[in-house]
């Protein structure tokens, strides 16, 4: 290709801060958050949408940011694993602690926003559905078990409190 | 692996998205969902000079119940068909194929009209539509015009789509029907291996009527099993019926072999998903649940 690319701005609020941006509109949504913003808690994988590695969440619910094109994020709410940022362990961090919920940690960010947006969805889930409902991060080191056994906790401590600890 | 250099376009209606369409003269992409647009641009087995996002498009995403039918906008979201109160109750077969559907990341973003113009033949809202009989309406800047289900689709990506329509509603019939679906994965939300949906109206003699059979990944587009559907309507799925019905359905597919399944195995399994379907249809006559 000769031609120059003609860039879009990318005007988005990422973990409540705006962020503006001109990009190329192959940008996907994941480089734009590693490598225009910075955040590289958001991990890549597969980049065709099978690992689920770049899940986040976007206006609240889980999505594989490697099949977003950047400007389709604009005017929308991104949230990434580095809003659980913070003094302490968010409870749903601690959960994966102390149920030995990771291993190598690669999938971890992608299993976190998943599963807190179940938290804030706040619909009870058997032990089936909610496999079901993380099958779309891949995790090579754990067997899945103590990722379900964190997230189960995590969300019965959550259920009292509306989904917002 | 990034995507080859193309103009992002956004749509704020039909009508704009139509003539962009039309001034690409066929070399543009609608984006929707993104879920299989997407990794075919990230793979660059697509390369258009430009990709119409339809995402802003208002009233595209709509659920109406228009008398004896419900019409689905064409950028309603899996997530959405799955939890919608008026689609579990008069659709059931098209919430219960929606779990079928990738996973919950995929289910956020993909949608009902990008499922079908995508034509995947293993497609689960493809074969839901060809089952429950639906209409797939599409528009260009010429109008609109109404495609069943069953012409739609003509090969393996391939749809009767010209470069400049797209698909803007489906419309799908609502009757007293008992659906299911079953289906091969080789693990749950992977594409199909194969997978057969089955809808029917129960007589009150303990017969059907209007039974329809559809089968996904045998061909090279989801089919109705045509003969095996009309040998079974008029019957009560007697056992001896349901087997011929599935030796109909072997004679009617011409299974691919591909990186999840041989033809051979697809073969084998056409006939026990035949069966299988229809005896959770049997059993959900007689729960009375749906």
Not at chain 2, 86 to 93: E, F, G, K, N, Y
Not at chain 2, 198 to 209: F, Q, T
Not at chain 2, 270 to 290: C, D, F, M, N
């Amino acid at each position: 290709m000769t031609e120059t690319i003609e860039t879009v701005r990318v005007s988005v609020k990422v973990n409540g801060e705006e962020a503006v941006r001109d990009v190329e509109p192959r940008r996907q949504l994941v480089d734009f958050l590693r490598h225009d913003l910075g955040l590289t808690g958001t991990h890549v994988g597969c980049e065709q949408g099978v690992c689920g590695m770049c899940t986040v969440l976007f206006d609240g619910e889980p999505i594989k940011s490697c099949l977003m094109l950047a400007p389709q994020a604009d005017g929308h709410e991104i949230t990434t694993v580095e809003s659980l940022n913070g003094e302490e362990l968010h409870p749903l961090q601690r959960a994966f602690k102390e149920h030995h919920g990771l291993q190598c940690g690669y999938c971890t960010p992608a299993m976190l926003m998943t599963a807190l947006a179940l938290g804030r969805r706040g619909v009870p889930l058997d032990r089936e559905q909610l496999e079901e409902e993380l099958a779309g991060v891949l995790c090579r080191c754990t067997g899945y078990q103590k990722i379900y056994d964190a997230v189960e906790s995590y969300l019965a401590e959550t259920a009292g409190s509306g989904g917002t600890a | 692996m990034k995507p080859a250099p193309f103009v992002y376009e956004r749509a704020g209606s039909v009508e704009e998205a139509l003539a962009m369409l039309q001034r690409y003269e066929g070399d543009a992409r609608l984006l929707a969902g993104g879920q299989s647009l997407v990794p075919l641009l990230n793979m660059r087995l697509l390369m258009p000079s430009a990709v119409i996002d339809v995402n802003d498009v208002p009233g595209l995403d709509e659920i109406r119940e228009e008398g004896d039918e419900v019409a689905i906008g064409a950028l309603t979201r899996y997530s959405r068909i799955e939890w919608s109160p008026t689609l579990v109750s008069r659709l059931p077969l098209l919430t219960e194929t929606v779990r079928y559907v990738g996973d919950r990341q995929v289910r956020t973003r993909g949608t009902l009209g990008g499922s079908l113009a995508h034509a995947d033949p293993t497609g689960e809202m493809p074969l839901a539509a060809i089952a429950l009989g639906a209409t797939v309406v599409v528009q260009s800047q010429a109008g609109r015009r109404a495609v069943p289900a069953e012409e739609f689709f003509l090969g393996p990506y391939y749809t009767v789509l010209e470069p400049e329509e797209m698909v803007v509603e489906v419309r799908f019939p609502v009757r007293r029907t008992v659906s299911a679906i079953a289906e091969h994965a080789r693990r749950h939300g992977d594409f199909a291996v194969i997978s057969v949906a089955a809808v029917g109206e129960p007589n009150g003699d303990g017969g059907w009527k209007s039974v329809r059979v559809a089968l996904g990944g045998v061909a090279d587009t989801p089919i109705l099993a045509v003969e095996a559907s009309a040998l079974l309507s008029g019957t009560s799925l007697e056992p001896d019926v349901v087997a011929r019905a599935g030796e109909m359905a072997l004679a009617a597919a011409d299974p691919p072999t591909d990186v999840r399944a041989s033809a051979d195995y697809r073969r084998h399994l056409i006939p026990i998903y035949v069966r299988r379907t229809l005896e959770l249809l049997q059993t959900r006559r007689s729960e009375g649940a749906r």
